[in-house]
């Protein structure tokens, strides 16, 4: 994008937010995947959805394509920028523009940061449900592209049963809207269609989000484990009770043992350690308490503890959500693996993950939501290593063909982005995919929203995915991967 | 140009022996499997015939008539596939009556939490064609936060499925989403993957009944802001009044006291016991026009007691889904007036029988030429039109 027309069309459609210096573009040059990077042509900081139109609406005009970005935490590449592309961050679109208690309905910007709207309905006893672990930088608008998730979808679900409507820009400059606040809206469920398809759909401008009830109690359990067999049983006896828990996660000892020595939450030491969320009615939680602190024990647990306080509870997560970071303490280099198995599958896939990790002589450490079978494998290595770091990418995405092959998937919540379009191919089968890019055809004919993302393509000579770099909100410890 | 019956005869020849069969005049095909299905679709595709896809048919007047030349059927491809009990999953074919469906699930104490109307006669791939849900949805979400995985033949005869067998999963486009509320004019889904719940150990239900309708609207509010386990909830009106029922879903141990607190909120104590949450399929039973509206939950007691002054009655869910019957088409340009912008209403079944899909608003063009790519021949329920 050399021209200078289209330079002039921006400007004219956002004349305080057009950023065209490539000292500037380097903020925007990646997101949470900071291996990729890519300066993008020029960043425009829109405050309207007018402007956000009329940007839109230049690019079609020149045929230019442009990306949206929201706080740039996402982890698969997802806001990365294409060659020369328009990136169109939300930043100052950050307002809630309406708060409907009655009706449980919250009307924003794609800029708000996702923790702001549990804040601003907090005072009304409600919360936003979905809260991937970024939830204080991340944004919406982000959440919508990738449909986010985070420790309570299990029982509250993602973001997409919780976006009822939004106005949309679409490739083309139009605008229209999807759905509405009220349920069932005629025709399609562009609504639904639209959460998860990172970018390359359109551009929201505006989202009509469901908040939800706070319960009136919470309680966490912490319960050792001499296998991950036999947590892995406690989770599937925990659920054919018919208890729905907020959360159910699992730590293996390495990730165990990397969250103690980073935030000291009193883990016992032990091979795995299930963390069990319940809330609800205060009775009805206390007596699922005692129910599954029986199932821990007839499993083999020979601890089990109750957070007594709210301050053992944000303990006994804030090791979990270290856990990412930790890593870092007994490794000096990992990858973040993000697959999907069904609950069942998972003594075995994790036997197999140890297996095909001994083979090559690297260590895996697992952290899952359990309760979905959400993997993430750490995959550890060290770079300085010669070829070590190519065989660590090999065994990650071997342990993606893995959770593929039990009938999962390459992604529960990071999302395809650039990081994994290689691996949808392994997932689905060409008509499958051909049949996705019906959809992407009708919205965006020129691809220009958000190219070359989610879809397989051609991979270039000496091309790779990458290993795991912190991102630097997650070293300013303002973040944590989940 | 050939005539009906030539293009029908390439179909058949096209097809295995048998398949499409002649039935009171009409050619009609019953595939028992997705490559049934293929064969079948991919030919009357090539060949010009229109293809009416029709479950039990339970709903099939609801978009207004259809022209289809070929009758495809489901009924053949039913039955539950797979039920992943311990992984809260199951496979069903599209062709599977829901409450066999459902018979089947509850051997585990499962079951996918979704009440549609007619659940004895109707099927699975029509209950998704149109998107039906009933009170429960209150509590568990509708299809689109149940149906995890998809199989589905598009008119050209491609198949292609997308989710999977896990709830949590953001690999690719939900085009199970797309078809969700489609009335088939997409794709023929030939599989579906849900998401399970377990049936709760214990319901009960409390009913509040009033003479107005904003008792039971200030009630179903408050029930709406409580911390209470309530599973569905409705509001029923009628020339002989108004009723809030409410299905508490918790264990026994504290049932007693959350019964206690729907009665502290109302202020009166509610009748126990009475479960008319299949109330709404009377609506259906006499004569009328019958229409879903779809409003904020404020606005349901309005609306509720507008039905009845224009002579119908009506059975709200909280989650606002409004089905009314009034005397006639006019009445309906009443309860236009009195929507709000965000709602909508669409006319399941006017003097003639035959429902009406109501415009779309700003999306239309788009969802025409989502049509266009899936189905460009318009073979796939002729004389449907979704995005108007």
Excluded at chain 1, 123 to 140: K, W
Excluded at chain 2, 203 to 231: H, I, N, P, R, Y
């Amino acid at each position: 994008m050399s021209d200078s027309a289209i330079f002039a069309d921006l400007r004219a459609a956002v004349p305080d937010g057009l950023i065209t210096a490539a000292n500037e573009l380097q903020t925007y040059e990646c997101d949470g995947l900071t291996n990729f990077r890519t300066l993008p042509g020029a960043v425009v900081l829109p405050r309207t959805a007018e402007q956000v139109q009329a940007v839109v609406q230049a690019c079609a005009r020149h045929g230019v394509p442009f990306v949206a970005r929201g706080a740039g935490t996402g982890l698969s590449g997802g806001a990365l920028p294409a060659e020369k592309s328009v990136v169109i961050s939300f930043a100052r679109m950050n307002r809630i523009l309406k708060i409907d208690i009655p009706n449980q309905r919250v009307e924003v910007q794609p800029g708000v940061i996702n923790q702001h709207v549990t804040d601003a309905v907090a005072p009304y006893g409600y919360f936003y449900a979905p809260d991937p672990s970024s939830q204080s930088v991340c944004t919406i608008g982000g959440n919508v592209a990738e449909n986010s998730g985070g420790a309570h979808c299990l029982k509250y679900g993602f973001t997409t049963t919780h976006v009822l409507g939004m106005d949309v820009v679409l490739p083309s400059g139009e605008m229209v809207q999807f759905g509405s606040s009220a349920p069932d809206a005629p025709g399609y469920d562009l609504t639904g269609l639209f959460v998860g398809s990172e970018g390359t759909l359109g551009v929201a401008t505006k989202l009509t989000l469901r908040i939800v009830k706070r319960p009136e109690t919470v309680q966490v359990l912490l319960a050792a484990f001499d296998s991950i067999r036999a947590a892995g049983q406690t989770v599937s006896d925990i659920i054919a009770a018919g208890m729905l828990p907020a959360a159910l996660e699992i730590m293996d000892r390495l990730s165990a043992k990397a969250s103690e020595a980073a935030v000291h939450p009193n883990y016992p030491v032990c091979e795995a350690l299930l963390l069990v969320e319940l809330d609800g009615p205060a009775a009805e939680v206390a007596a699922q308490i005692a129910e599954a602190t029986a199932l821990c024990n007839q499993n083999g647990a020979w601890e089990v503890r109750r957070a007594q306080t709210a301050d053992e509870r944000g303990l006994i997560w804030k090791g979990r959500k270290a856990a990412f970071a930790a890593v870092g303490r007994i490794s000096p280099n990992y990858i973040v693996q993000d697959g999907v198995i069904p609950r069942t599958s998972l003594p075995d896939i994790l036997d197999e993950i140890t297996r095909m990790a001994d083979a090559v002589s690297l260590s895996v450490a697992n952290v899952f939501h359990a309760g979905d079978g959400n993997l993430h494998p750490l995959v550890l290595y060290d770079k300085a290593i010669p070829g070590q770091e190519q065989i660590a990418l090999d065994l990650s995405y071997r342990i993606l063909e893995a959770c593929v092959d039990r009938g999962g998937s390459i992604t529960g919540e990071h999302g395809v982005g650039r990081e994994k379009q290689e691996a949808m191919g392994y997932m689905f089968s060409e008509p499958d995919l051909e049949t996705m890019h019906r959809v992407r055809r009708a919205f965006d004919p020129l691809n220009l929203s958000n190219p070359d993302k989610v879809f397989p393509r051609t991979k270039l000579c000496g091309e790779k995915t990458g290993p795991y770099t912190p991102h630097p909100l997650e070293s300013a410890g303002v973040a944590e991967y989940f | 140009m050939e005539s009906v019956t030539s293009r029908i005869e390439e179909v058949k020849a096209a097809v295995s022996a048998g398949l499409v069969i002649e039935r009171d005049g009409r050619a009609v095909a019953s595939p028992a499997s997705t490559q049934e299905v293929v064969a079948l679709v991919r030919s009357a595709d090539a060949s010009g015939v229109g293809i009416e896809i029709r479950g039990a048919g339970t709903k099939r007047r609801w978009p207004g008539s259809i022209s289809g030349d070929l009758l495809l059927e489901t009924r053949a491809l039913a039955g539950v596939r797979e039920h992943s009990w311990q992984d809260l999953t199951a496979t069903v074919g599209a062709g599977t009556i829901w409450s066999h469906m459902q018979k089947a699930l509850a051997q585990h104490a499962q079951q996918v939490a979704l009440d549609p109307l007619w659940p004895e006669q109707a099927t699975v791939g029509g209950i998704l064609a149109t998107n039906d849900s009933g009170a429960l949805r209150l509590k568990y979400g509708s299809l689109r936060d149940l149906v995890i995985g998809i199989t589905l033949v598009l008119a050209d005869g491609t198949v292609a499925r997308s989710g999977g067998k896990v709830v949590k999963n953001v690999a690719g486009y939900d085009l199970h989403k797309l078809m969700i509320g489609a009335y088939g004019t997409l794709a023929v889904v030939t599989e579906v993957t849900f998401r399970l719940h377990s049936i709760p150990h214990s319901t009960q239900v409390w009913t509040l009944e009033a003479t107005e309708a904003d008792v039971c609207g200030a009630q179903m509010m408050k029930v709406l802001d409580s911390q209470l386990s309530v599973e569905a909830m409705q509001l029923r009106a009628n020339a002989g009044g108004y009723a809030l029922d409410v299905q508490l879903a918790c264990m026994e141990e504290v049932m007693r006291a959350q019964l206690g607190m729907l009665d502290a909120l109302a202020g009166v104590s509610g009748t126990l016991g009475v479960d008319m949450f299949s109330a709404r399929h009377r609506l259906f039973e006499t004569n009328g026009t019958v229409a879903k509206l779809t409003m904020l939950p404020s606005h349901i007691a309005k609306i509720s007691a507008a039905v009845v002054r224009l002579g119908g009655e009506s059975v709200a869910q909280a989650s606002g889904i409004l089905l009314a019957r009034v005397p006639g088409v006019a009445d309906l340009d009443r309860l236009r007036e009195l929507l709000p912008p965000e709602g909508s209403l669409t006319v399941l079944r006017a003097a003639d029988g035959l429902g009406t899909l109501p415009p779309v608003g700003t999306s239309a063009a788009l969802m025409q030429e989502i049509k266009r790519r899936f189905d460009p021949k318009g073979t796939l329920n002729p004389g449907v039109v979704v995005g108007r």
